[in-house]
C-alpha cells in the first residue's frame, strides 16, 4: 500500500500492491516456466508428482507449503494434464481447508477481504446450463482427483459437497485474474482477495499490472483521493463494440454495464463506421443514413452492399484467427476494406492489430512498422491513452525501428513507450528496467 486515503493521487501513483491468495501456471506453460515464480527458464520437474517445475531450489522450497498438499493429487492425475479451472478449484479448496478462510487482502491500512467476502454469483450459475455443465466436468476431474489417503480406505475425497464447490466455482470465475508477462500474454490464473473491491468500468481511472505473480494497481487519471468505491479497472478486453462487451460482460460478470461508453449510440456509430464517399472528407459515416453528417454526401446502395460485405468477410476471417493471424488473409481483409471501412472502425483495427503480430511472427520488418504506425491511432482511441498495450505498440515499433537502424524514430516511439509504461506499471518495473531502458541507451548511442 503505497497512499493515504486522504490525500490526492496523482496520475501514475501505485495505489495497491498484492500477493495472490492462491494462483495457477497455465498447463501449456508447465515445461517452460517455473510454477512458482512463473519465470520463462530451464526448469526441473517436482520429484515426486513429475507434475509442477521450478527453476531453482529456493522456488521449490516458496512452493512447498501449498504444493505439499496437491502434489499427491497431481501425481495420481499423470499421465493426464489437469484443466487449469480443476487444478485452481484444487488450490481453492486446499487453501480453505487449510486455514486460507481466515487470511485478509488488504486495499487500504484498514480495509480487507476475506475469500468469503467475493461475491459466487451463486444463483446466476444454478441457472446458467453452460457454467453447470462445466462445474459438472470439473467435479468428475476433482472427485478422481483428490482422493484422501490419510483416509484410510483411500477412497475418501476432499472435495466438497456440490453446493459448496458451486459458491467456490462462482467466486473463480467472477473474480479471477489472467496474470499476463511483460508481453501480456495470459501465462497464470490468479484470485487476489483485495483488489476484488474494485468495479468495472470501459472507461477506467485504474489499471492492473503484473510482476511475477504480484499485482500491481497505478491510477491512470489524477484523482482527489483514494475513495476505492470510485476506483474502476476494466475487466474486459475494450477494442470491441459497446453490444459485445456489455455480451461478456453479461455472460462472465453477471451485470449490464451502463457506463457512458456502453449506453452511447454515437460510441457504437464510430466504431462501426464507414469511410465518407467524398474523399475530401475524413468523417465516419454512420452506414444507416442516407449522407454523410458532416459534408451532406449521399451513401449509396452500393456502399451499404460493400459494405456489408467487407464487414461479414472481416468478422468470420478475424474469428478464423483467433490462436494464429496469418498475414496473407490479414492483407486481403486489408485490401477489400480499402475506401469502405472508416480508419477508426474498430473492425479495421482490430485487422491492423492481426497484420502487425503477423508481420513480426515472420520477420517482415517494414510491412510491420507500416502496420504498426497505423494502429496507434486506433489504439489510442480504443483502449485509452494510458493504457499498457499502447505503451507495449511504442516499444514495439521502436525496437523494430532500431533493428531497422531509424534511430531517431527509435528514440521517439522508446520516449512514447516509457511515457505510457511509467504510469501503468511504475518507473521501477521489471519492463522498463530491463527492456526499455537498455533500447534508449542503444538508441541514444547510435544517434551519436
Known sequence: MESSSKLAIKRGTRILTEKPFAYVLKSKYRLERCDNCLEATKVLKCSNCRYVSYCNRSCQQQAWPIHKHECQFLKRALPRIVPDAARMLCRLILRLEHGGDLERGYYTAHGSRKFRDLMSHYAEIKNDAKRIEHLESLHAVLTDMMVDSASGTGTGSLVPNLNELMSIY??????????????????????????????????????????????????????PCLDWSKIYISYIDLLNTPEQRRTDLKEHYYFLCVCSKCIDPQEMHEMTAAVCPNSNCDASVNIQLDKCESCETAVSDQLRSDYKEVMSLTQSSLDSMKEVAYLDVCKVCLAKQRGILHPLNV??????????????????????????????????????????????????????????????????????????????????????????????????????
Open 170 to 223: 462462482g467466486r473463480l470465475i467472477t473474480n479471477g485474474f489472467n496474470i499476463l508477462d511483460a508481453e501480456m500474454n495470459s501465462i497464470a490464473t490468479a484470485i487476489y482477495l483485495g483488489v476484488s473491491i474494485t468495479d468495472h468500468s470501459c472507461q477506467p481511472n485504474a489499471v492492473a499490472t503484473f510482476e511475477g505473480n504480484e499485482l500491481h494497481v497505478h491510477a491512470i487519471e489524477d484523482l
Open 347 to 448: 473492425w479495421h483495427v482490430k485487422t491492423l492489430d492481426a497484420a502487425f503480430e503477423a508481420s513480426i511472427q515472420v520477420g517482415k520488418w517494414t510491412e510491420a512498422l507500416d502496420y504498426g504506425q497505423q494502429l496507434l491511432p486506433g489504439f489510442a482511441k480504443y483502449h485509452g491513452e494510458w493504457n499498457p498495450l499502447l505503451g507495449l505498440l511504442q516499444l514495439k515499433l521502436g525496437k523494430i525501428e532500431l533493428y531497422e537502424r531509424n534511430y531517431k524514430q527509435a528514440m521517439q516511439h522508446l520516449q512514447e513507450a516509457q511515457r505510457i509504461l511509467n504510469v501503468t506499471h511504475g518507473r521501477d518495473h521489471r519492463l522498463l528496467l530491463e527492456q526499455l531502458r537498455p533500447l534508449m541507451l542503444q538508441a541514444k548511442h547510435k544517434m551519436r
